[in-house]
């Protein structure tokens, strides 16, 4: 256990040297207070939903591991779920997918989904005063034909969808009124070629038909989002996905909509960071899905690394009311409520210190004084925003430092490896 005097004194160091460049920690940690982070439901079972047969994860995405202690139904996914909130500081919101119904009586296939199938989780976030966010899944299913859904030649598989689509829409923008909060549905499907295509032009011709039918309605902006995620490839889909990200910026331009940016999910070498003051530009809102790519897309948990801190930076610098954060991993070789905490904790420290900078930095880049801004970038480094971190978690009544770890440590041995 971590020696509370001890925090204390170091945070009123801290306080103090960051006053002299000017920075006010208080404010920060009510800044970050404010900053909702969407919890990705499907970290808690391999991706695995919760629809009768569900286990097979197929769409070019993948999670590797078999630490025990898997949530395999509705309710030990919410105890986990809940587990890992009353260990993160902050707000939270969390990330379902429509393949994680709360419905006890016959399920209809994706394409028929009412609220009535999610009117459980929406009664679950009102009790925790939290807003949830949604997204169709357009994977794991038989009607996702040779690697295709929203772009597969055939009308049948592609009105599926479509139908689907639309349900989720539907749905998304009654969870979002109910709630009080806006709900995101965010489309991401996993069509692509494994191999050079003949005719790029009509897949991606009937990709648009598909989403200008899905995009047919119009909803209040107040409760509900569209979101499209664009993907440079998957596992099956290495040499052509016809949702580029220049197909989803056109679209989501066009139409008014809002567009997701995933870490993992352009060259490695390529960053969302840069792309966030470009795209606001020109779209209202964008959603988030901070991850960590390894070698590739491989979805690994969010760490404190310089890309999540630049992402985090941006996301200060544009202001969050236009950018609403969400998590994007999937690990099943460590515990998998460990990972919700470390990737979120992970992003939110980052937000932190984006919190903290000193304004100095931006001042000396107006003056085209560069040499101060090389040099303060990297002075401010040694600056202690850990120690405004754990003032941060003592707020929020939540464990310092890796005393979480011991309550995951518990928690694991009474609750999960009994299952
Ligand atoms: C896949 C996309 C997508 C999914 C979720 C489960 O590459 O990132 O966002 O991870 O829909
Ligand atoms: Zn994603």
Redesign the pocket.
Known sequence: MRDLDLVQKKYDLAKADYKSFGVDTEKAMAALDTMAISL?C?QGDD?RGLEDGAGDLTG??MSTGNYPGIATNISELRQDVDKAMSLLPGKQKLNI?AMYPDFAGELPDRDKLTIEHFQGWIDWAKEREIGLDF?PTIFSHDMFKDGMSLSHPDEKVRKFWIDHTIATREISNEIGKQLGIKCIN?I?I?DGMKDTPADRASVRRRLKDSLDKIFEKKYDNDYHLDCV?C?LF?IGSESFVPGSHEFYMGYAMEKGIGL?L?S??FHPTETISDKISSVLLYIDEILL?V?RGVRW?S?HIVNLTDDTKAIARECVQNGTDRIHMGL?F?DGSINRLASWVIGTRAFQKALLIALLEPKAIVEAEENMDFTIRHALMEESKQLDWGSVWDMYCIKSGVPLGYDWLLEVKKYETDVQFKR
């Open positions: 990705h499907w991706v070019g995405i997918h997204n965010n991401w996993a995620e993907k998957g997701t995933d993992g999910h899905h991850s897309d979805d994007d999937f």
